[in-house]
């Protein structure tokens, strides 16, 4: 290779290795019947300052269940479920959501009953908004 | 060697090797939400079937690989250092305590049936739940792979198989990331899975009234 290409060519394959890398899973219990649950309680994550909860309690919302957000790890009310996020945030010109998983939970048994994972790298980057609402229609559609 | 060549060298290595070496994952300390309750004494084994262990050409710590930037791969291990059984048999005995069972860790020598219906006979337990791992192990690049064989028996102190439920297969679980975020992905991954392997009709109805 000639040494005028190769500040070309490392850039080019640290880009391609990493730069637009997307990933969308979603892993449901056979078993469960996830159109029942029509009440929703989105605990927040303690180290989430962004209030992911209330944008997933909105999505939940408009996707026709009932659900609400809180601080607390147990809920206000009796739910059909209790949704756990773990949100994680890297730096590239501006701050962006790499990867977002969201579980949801039996609330007597804090079993999981259904999980979705959005992973998106820099070039590949949505909104919050985006990533929340094509995991929780990953996992309502799986 | 000039500044130039130096520096490319340097992003080379990077690239290759990067975060990919050494990582570990805990696989010790997950907080397993059973969809079980109970009471009574159960006898727990978690039996290492895994070829290679078996073998003896992985580490029985060996929990899966991290790859470099050129996809070259790097054994990742158990966090605690101990045999990836070891860990899951604590994180399972642990998850049955909070559900409600008095949990006695059995001790199984190898993975020859006799051998466990051999422990299974010594503890005397009315109930034993032994947790076969045929394989587990993730794969990280770009994204995380998980590849698993786990088989889950409920035994009576006479040997007799009361109820069975295993899961197999390769999933992506989620994006690769730094250690903590793979570890997380991988815990919780193993969370779901053992608690699915508990959430069958048998196995709930042969762990009940022990």
Do not use: H
Not at chain 2, 45 to 57: A, F, N, Q, T
């Amino acid at each position: 290779m000639q040494r005028s290409l190769l500040p070309l060519f490392f850039p080019w394959l640290v880009a391609l290795i990493t730069g637009c890398a997307t990933s969308l899973t979603a892993d449901v219990d056979p078993s469960a019947d996830l159109s029942s649950l029509k009440t929703f309680y989105v605990v927040n994550q303690p180290n989430d300052r962004r209030g992911l909860e209330v944008l997933i309690a909105d999505e939940l919302n408009v996707m026709g269940k009932k659900a609400i957000s809180g601080k607390s790890s147990t809920p206000p009310e009796a739910v059909d479920a209790v949704v756990n996020y773990v949100d994680r945030w890297m730096w590239d010109i501006t701050n962006y959501m790499i990867q977002l998983t969201v579980e949801i939970r039996d609330p007597k048994t804090n079993y999981i009953i259904a999980s979705g994972n959005s992973y998106r790298t820099s070039l590949a980057r949505e909104s919050p908004e985006a990533m929340v609402d094509e995991v929780l229609n990953k996992i309502f559609t799986q | 060697m000039s500044v130039f060549r130096f520096v490319c060298l340097m992003i080379f290595f990077t690239l290759a090797t990067g975060c990919a070496v050494g990582n570990k994952y805990d696989y010790q300390q997950i907080d397993i939400a059973l969809p079980i309750e109970g009471t009574g004494v159960l006898g727990l084994g978690v039996v290492e079937s895994r070829d290679y262990i078996v073998s003896g050409d992985k580490e029985p710590d060996f929990i899966g690989l991290q790859r470099g930037g050129f996809g070259n791969p790097f054994d990742v291990t158990t966090d605690s250092g101990k045999p990836l059984v070891d860990d899951m048999s604590t994180s399972v005995a642990n998850a049955l305590a909070r559900s409600g069972f008095t949990v006695e860790k059995l001790n199984l020598p190898s993975r020859e049936a006799s051998d466990v219906a051999a422990a299974v006979k010594a503890g005397g337990y009315a109930r034993n739940v032994i947790l076969t791992v045929n394989e587990w192990k993730t794969d990280v690049m770009m994204r995380i792979k998980l590849v698993f064989d786990l088989e889950l028996q409920i035994i009576d102190q006479q040997g007799k198989l009361l109820a069975t439920n295993s899961l197999k297969g390769e999933e992506v679980i989620g994006g690769g990331g730094l250690e903590s975020s793979n570890a997380q992905i991988a815990a919780s991954a193993f969370e779901s899975k053992i608690g699915r392997l508990f959430n069958s009709p048998e196995v709930k109805a042969a762990l009940v009234d022990i």
